[in-house]
């Protein structure tokens, strides 16, 4: 028995060391240094919870950040959903080349975190850019929406929710999961589409639909590149894409302040953990799992 | 199936969150040793610089075949990003380029090596410009080049409107002059000028111009009044198109391809005379240099450092790193191909050979920088820690006065208690 265990443990220690090297031991390390005033290149020094106190109360930067963050997440996890069902819905019917517009739609995913990809966001929303002149040309002047405090973070919410294939493709996985024999019973009862979408569909899909949630705000709080990328790394114009991540970068690497970056992280990992937690609470009598029977 | 999938995707995303949070500490690692040494040469600037600096440094390895330099650059904001990331991981250059608000913020940190004892040769270079790397009584930097601030502007665009320019070198246009200039020039459509609030630099000039300076041994030299008559003053501009829209200014960083001017969107533009060849070349020949306005005599103009170069205390190849910097700013040949892409030549013996043979853009600074040598004062000393966080609150905040977020005066008052706050 114990050899065995011992067997059972050889085996699994590259993924135990991994585990310790790359991800306990850089989150302690971490931990120690939001505790710490830490420049990068002199050793930290102690401060207790100094950062998190001047984070609270006393930041102002910080708190718009957090705004800017929610009203980010708020806005581009439903967009982006909404997009991927509904894309989802149409490509779920046997068609001729539906491989070709999954993979169409998913391509966008694949590009996600890429610079270059924010880099062609950024020319098509400046002024005099792709989406300006269209506007302008059915009479909609806004200027370039990257250069204006008020549409900035909309040409950002556009850039998240352009890239819905991979939720799509999870929609899809799970729409393939449905019995048919269900929308055939629904149909003898005489339901219409619609009726058949919010009866049959939605609630043998809710699973799916949580997790997609649940991955989504996930990701929208962490978002970083795309607004990295469009405001040259300064959040700007007038802050108004300063997202979290992107102010803890600039703490952390910009003003040197490594201490209070980590603590920042440290506040995003609880918030995000939290936000999850209630997440799955609030959606347990909302969503029906097949196998528990119910 | 379902119910599995979710099960196993809820550990999945729990552990991405804790990757997530724990990739904020990501730290790099590199080196590397045998073989000839091989240094790292970084530095930020336009195309023109980096053409010229990469031709200076092969020139450096034909005459050093036991070194090889590795060179990188990029636009300011991102060179001080990856600066900062990679010498904090160990991956630093050896011989890096600074401005004055980093060289005192690096040197503090222990970034920097003394190059005092490291077989430079300084004295060809004028004292008033090598304090501009001194630091806490060590040379730790060395200036790269000499400039001065200018008016760059098209002419074209001024006599279209019926304005007289400045056509005698080094004469200016008093204030009074300057604004009514362009927005006369500002109701042909284009902005007169870039509005020039956005750069602590050119509030700087204005208030030397008013007697005073932006620090005083290491204090702020200036009150939230003296910065609310700066924004003031542009923001009456701006109503008249005299300077740029706060669409264009926002996007200024002092480089070329930000540029509003560059972009057609204003008729002139304040910067450092070492990026006029980057100007001219983005641009086009018929543009021109002129003093920044001033109404006494004192123009607040100084003669200084655009950029320095140091070396990296945590380098390993240090002499190899001071013999590269040496060669850059002492040899002839170095100074040739460099030209003006750095300002003069910190060197006055090549800058008197460079000038002497120059042409086309590096002719035009020459020519700018010796019709101001008489009007122009020392330079203004290293800034203090602390003064680079200064300068990027300074320009967010003028951000936010432009596009209406705050008064002038409540930006003025937040300037002035951050910077008090990043300077203590």
Redesign the interface.
């Known amino acids: 028995m114990r050899r065995t265990q011992g067997a059972a443990y050889l085996f699994l220690s590259p993924w135990i060391i991994g585990a310790t090297l790359l991800t306990v031991g850089p989150m302690l390390a971490s931990l120690y240094l939001s505790l710490t005033d830490y420049d990068l290149f002199d050793p930290p020094k102690w401060i207790g919870l100094d950062n998190y106190r001047v984070m609270f109360t006393e930041d102002d930067r910080f708190w718009a950040a957090v705004g800017t963050t929610v009203r980010y997440v708020l806005f581009s996890v439903p967009l982006k959903l909404v997009l991927a069902l509904a894309v989802a819905l149409l490509l779920n019917r046997p068609r001729r080349g539906g491989g070709l517009y999954r993979s169409a739609f998913y391509a966008p995913s694949l590009l996600g975190a890429s610079v270059s990809l924010a880099l062609v966001w950024r020319a098509m929303f400046a002024s005099g850019g792709t989406v300006d002149r269209v506007l302008a040309a059915v009479g909609i002047t806004t200027g370039g929406w990257v250069d204006q405090p008020q549409y900035a973070l909309l040409a950002l919410v556009a850039l998240a929710a352009w890239q819905f294939g991979a939720p799509m493709v999870i929609f899809l996985a799970g729409l393939k999961q449905i019995p048919r024999e269900l929308y055939e019973a629904a149909a003898i009862d005489g339901a219409g589409p619609l009726r058949r979408l919010v009866s049959v569909t939605l609630p043998m899909l809710s699973p799916v639909i949580l997790f997609n949630l649940v991955l989504e705000t996930i990701h929208a709080f962490q978002a970083f590149t795309g607004a990295f990328v469009v405001s040259s790394g300064r959040g700007g114009p007038s802050d108004s894409t300063l997202l979290y991540t992107l102010y803890l970068y600039q703490r952390g690497f910009t003003d040197f302040r490594m201490g209070y970056a980590s603590a920042m992280a440290w506040v995003l990992l609880v918030v995000v953990a939290g936000v999850t937690v209630l997440l799955f609470r609030g959606a347990r009598g909302l969503v029906f799992y097949a196998g528990e029977g119910r | 199936?379902?119910?599995r999938?979710?099960r196993c995707?809820?550990r999945a995303?729990?552990a991405?969150?804790?990757?997530?949070?724990?990739?904020?500490?990501?730290t790099a690692c590199g080196g590397e040793s045998g073989g000839p040494t091989t240094l790292r040469f970084v530095w930020w600037g336009n195309e023109d610089r980096a053409n010229a600096t990469k031709a200076a440094v092969a020139a450096f390895e034909k005459l050093h075949p036991d070194i090889k330099v590795e060179t990188e650059y990029s636009?300011y904001?991102?060179y001080?990003?990856k600066l900062?990331?990679q010498?904090?991981g160990g991956a630093g250059p050896d011989l890096l380029q600074l401005d004055r608000a980093t060289i005192g913020?690096y040197e503090h940190?222990?970034?920097l090596a003394d190059l005092g004892g490291m077989g430079l040769h300084l004295d060809k270079i004028d004292a008033n410009l090598l304090a501009g790397g001194k630091v806490d009584g060590g040379q730790y930097a060395v200036p790269a080049g000499q400039t001065t601030q200018m008016l760059v502007f098209d002419p074209a665009r001024f006599t279209a409107a019926g304005v007289t320019v400045p056509t005698e070198k080094g004469q200016s246009w008093t204030w009074a002059q300057f604004t009514d200039a362009i927005t006369k020039v500002g109701a042909g459509g284009v902005a007169g000028t870039t509005d020039f609030g956005w750069a602590i630099d050119w509030f700087e000039v204005w208030l030397h111009q008013h007697g005073k300076s932006l620090y005083t041994e290491g204090k702020l030299g200036f009150d939230a009044g003296d910065l609310r008559t700066f924004w003031t003053l542009t923001g009456s501009l701006r109503d008249r198109k005299g300077v740029t829209a706060?669409?264009?200014t926002?996007?200024m960083?002092g480089s070329t391809q930000n540029s509003a001017l560059v972009g057609k969107q204003s008729a002139s533009e304040i910067n450092y005379d070492s990026s006029l060849t980057g100007y001219l070349s983005s641009y086009g020949a018929q543009l021109a240099a002129a003093p920044l306005p001033s109404d006494g005599k004192d123009t607040g103009m100084a003669a200084m450092p655009p950029v320095s170069f140091a070396v990296s205390q945590r380098s390993s190849h240090k002499d190899a790193a001071a013999k590269l910097l040496d060669f850059l700013v002492n040899d002839p040949a170095a100074g040739k191909i460099l030209g003006a892409t750095r300002g003069l030549p910190p060197n006055q013996d090549i800058r008197t050979q460079v000038c002497g043979a120059a042409t086309g853009a590096n002719k035009a600074v020459c020519d700018y920088e010796a019709a101001q040598r008489d009007k122009v004062g020392p330079a203004f000393g290293a800034w203090p820690t602390g003064s680079s966080?200064i300068k990027?609150d300074f320009q967010?905040t003028y951000?936010?006065v432009i596009?209406g977020?705050i008064s002038a005066a409540d930006g003025a008052e937040r300037v002035v208690q951050n910077a008090e706050h990043s300077l203590s």
């Open positions: 199936m379902l119910e999938l979710t995707c809820v995303v729990a991405a969150t804790v990757v997530a949070a724990a990739a904020t500490t990501l636009g904001d991102a001080f990003q900062s990331t010498v904090a913020e940190r222990h970034v706060a669409t264009a926002t996007k960083d966080a990027r967010r951000d936010d596009f977020r």
